[in-house]
């Protein structure tokens, strides 16, 4: 583990409130293990980084994509604020190095779970601001955006998962998609949702979110690579065995 204020080089920043970066590299675990510990986790931050994301992320596509219409700016911004993408720019900067965290946490894979870093990084935005404004906030931002706005298009990443799997599932095995919710955990202030997607009643896909909305979109994705892959595959052996 490295200390949290060895992130400040990293950033380019030096914090005025030096317990603002401690916080926001703080999980609730460590809290447990270190009662006498004097700083808080970082839910808190993590709740205001959560809202100051979305408004730069949203002002940064209002004005980069002038004619695009709000629902598709809607689908990049949910896009590219989703769990997945927030612990991919955490990964970036290795954030997952700096965060103090209990054993048992750090043991079991926590500096590298997608839920940890991807509310690390909300934290530490919302650190940021509070502490250095909302146009470091933005300078501190636009670099991650600003490539993954490109991958994110190439890739088509801003489609709803649902909808595109609901029609490959109706067109290949005639079967609607079925969404059930296998687990709560969490405060009330932080819940987590654990989604499952059935099609014909086999489970073709897990998601994790905030929302039942956030995980099922997180299990439709996973079903849709699968059942894609399948739909690949069977293409394959025909071609095969019509060679054959």
Do not use: W
């Not at 970066?21 to 931050?45: G, K, M, V, W």
């Amino acid at each position: 583990m490295t200390e949290p204020f060895d992130l400040e080089p990293l950033l380019g920043l030096v914090f005025s409130d030096k317990s603002l970066l401690q916080r926001a590299l703080t999980h609730r675990s460590y809290i447990n293990e270190h009662p006498d510990f004097c700083f808080d986790d970082n839910e808190r931050l993590e709740f205001l980084g959560d809202a100051v994301l979305d408004f730069l992320t949203g002002e940064y596509l209002y004005h980069r994509f002038p004619e695009m219409r709000e629902g598709e700016l809607t689908s990049l911004r949910s896009a590219l604020v989703r769990r997945e993408t927030l612990a991919h720019f955490a990964r970036q900067l290795g954030l997952g190095r700096y965060l103090l965290m209990s054993h048992g946490e750090a043991e079991s894979g926590g500096r590298d779970r997608p839920a940890i870093l991807c509310a690390a990084f909300e934290a530490l935005t919302g650190a940021i601001y509070l502490d250095q404004g909302l146009e470091t906030a933005r300078r501190f931002l636009e670099p991650f955006i600003a490539p993954e706005v490109t991958r994110t298009l190439q890739e088509h990443l801003d489609k709803d998962a649902k909808s595109l799997l609901q029609e490959l599932a109706q067109a290949r095995m005639q079967r609607t998609p079925r969404y059930v919710t296998v687990a709560e955990n969490g405060p009330d202030h932080a819940k987590e949702f654990t989604v499952q997607v059935l099609i014909g009643g086999e489970p073709y896909g897990q998601g994790v979110g905030r929302s039942k909305q956030q995980a099922a979109q997180a299990a439709a994705q996973m079903a849709l690579a699968r059942l894609q892959a399948e739909v690949a595959q069977n293409e394959v052996d025909q071609e095969t065995a019509g060679e054959g």
